[in-house]
Nanobody, 128 residues
Framework: QVQLAESGGGLVQAGGSLRLSCAAS????????MGWFRQGLGKEREFVAV????????YYADSVKGRFTISRDDAKNTVYLQMNSLKPEDTAVYYC?????????????????????WGKGTQVTVSS
């Protein structure tokens, strides 16, 4: 079992930055691909970013590419999402998710069902 806890959300003006953290307990994250998703009010949960096990390769949703950066520190059992140039449409609850993988294989990472564990989320609100 892996427990995930997001932090770092808050209220920020458009154009500002936030860094979200996802701390894991119960297992080391080094054996997991790690993703970030978000869900706006009345909307479906959508993929934001993913980082492979071993941290080499990252993938992003087109809507955040060039503005958001996912990273991981396996020594600290933590994954981060640096969010720059924030827009009001980035307002959502942000969730981190973990998928156990044997190698650096990355599967259907844009699909929420692919992930094994989820955190409870952290609210990000971007004012215009």
């Amino acid at each position: 079992q892996v427990q995930l806890a997001e932090s770092g959300g808050g209220l920020v003006q458009a154009g500002g930055s936030l860094r979200l953290s996802c701390a894991a307990s119960g297992r080391t994250l080094s054996s997991y691909a790690m993703g970030w998703f978000r869900q706006g009010l009345g909307k479906e949960r959508e993929f934001v970013a993913v980082i492979r096990r071993s941290g080499g390769t990252t993938y992003y949703a087109d809507s955040v590419k060039g503005r958001f950066t996912i990273s991981r520190d396996d020594a600290k059992n933590t994954v981060y999402l640096q969010m720059n140039s924030l827009k009001p449409e980035d307002t959502a609850v942000y969730y981190c998710a973990a998928k156990a993988v044997e190698t650096s294989y990355i599967g259907p990472y844009r699909a929420a069902w692919w992930y094994d564990y989820w955190g409870k989320g952290t609210q990000v609100t971007v004012s215009s």
